[in-house]
Each structure stands twice: as C-alpha cells, then as structure tokens.
C-alpha cells in the first residue's frame, strides 16, 4: 500500500504553491527579506525563498551533484543571494514553463519529497512574516502522504496511527515534518515516541524549543 498522494495531483499542488508564493511574495515589504526564520534559524526569509526557488532552478540546470545534501541547498542560496523578494518572484515565475514540462518525470517518491519540502517553507515563511495562510492546501496533503509513506515502510511503526490522531492534516503535517518540540508534540495528545521513531532517521529533527505558530 502506497500512502503517496497520485503524482498528477502532486504536480497541481505544486503548481498552486508556486502560483501562491509568487503572488505572495509579490505582496511582502523588501524589509522583510533579512528577518530571520524561526523554524529555521539559520536562514532569512531571502535565504530560505531562494532555496525554494533554487530547487527547480537547480534541476533545470542539471545540478545534480550531492542532490538534496546541505551543500546542494546552500549553492541555491549563495546562487541567489542579493536578489530582492520581488526578484525571486519573477525568477520563480519565469521558470513555470520549462519546470512544469519536467515535473511529470521526476519519480515517486522524490516528486512528493520536494512538494514536501517546499510546502514547509512556504509556512517556515508565512510563520517568520506573521502572515499565516493556506494550511488546507492540497500540498499540504502530499506531504503528509509521503510522511505516512515513509513510516508506513519502518517494520514496528503503523502509518495508519496517524489517522486515528485528532488534530488537523496541517499539524499532522508540521509535526511530521519536525517543526514541533516534544512539548508542543505531548500537549497536542499525540505518541511522543511514536514521532520521535518517526522522525528520527531523516535528515530533520525534532526542534528543542517550541516555536507557537
């Protein structure tokens, strides 16, 4: 049993999330770009849009080596560095063309790992700008399939806990995608362990302080 939302939804969810920051950053004061992003501290809000603008840019450039490692993400940060907010939205928007042509070949599960992954910085953004939004979307659900996908194939965890958990897909979704402390995991009445063991193999992790957002 696969738990991966179908590939040609994740592309329209995709799609959608990047129709939806450009417009988005659009909107946002140049100010805002060298505040720093809590649920990743080591980034500003330019630095981490750039990273997510520099994912497609980086596949259509054929940038394949170390692929998904820090150092990857980091040359799509440097490769970017100095550009306005604005910029960056116009950059996203002019490769929407030549990516979209790629998205349809880039296999399960990776496709819904990068969907996964930008969906977490569109909110690590929205939370860092105080501007909260879209927690229904349907990105939102690709990564929480490929979060349940990825439990569902550890021997002595069972995907299907997740479901019986009484929260929202939104905070399954960031709980999964570690962007929830231990406290905030507990008070939520979720299995502590059960995230840790979860989580634990990825290269995210659990932050040590809780971040309210």
Known sequence: MSYLVDAEEVVTAYVELRDRMIA???ELPEEV????????PAWTVQ???SHMVGVPDALLAGDFDGIASDEWTQRQVERHRGLTLSALAD?????????FMLLPN??????SQMVFDVTSHEHDVRHAVGKPGSRDSAAVKVGVGFMKNIIDSREKL????????EVSDFEVFRTLGARRSLE????????????????EPLPISIPAVSIAE
């Open 184 to 199: 905030q995991i507990a008070a939520a009445g979720l299995d502590v362990e059960f995230v840790k063991e979860a989580i």
């Open 106 to 111: 880039i296999p399960q599960p990776g496709l």
């Open 47 to 49: 630095e981490t849009v």
């Open 24 to 26: 988005f950053l659009r």
């Open 158 to 165: 069972d995907a299907s806990v997740v479901d019986s958990w």
């Open 33 to 40: 770009a060298n505040v720093t992003v809590p649920h990743c």
């Open 91 to 99: 950059k996203w928007e002019a490769q929407a063309d030549d990516f």
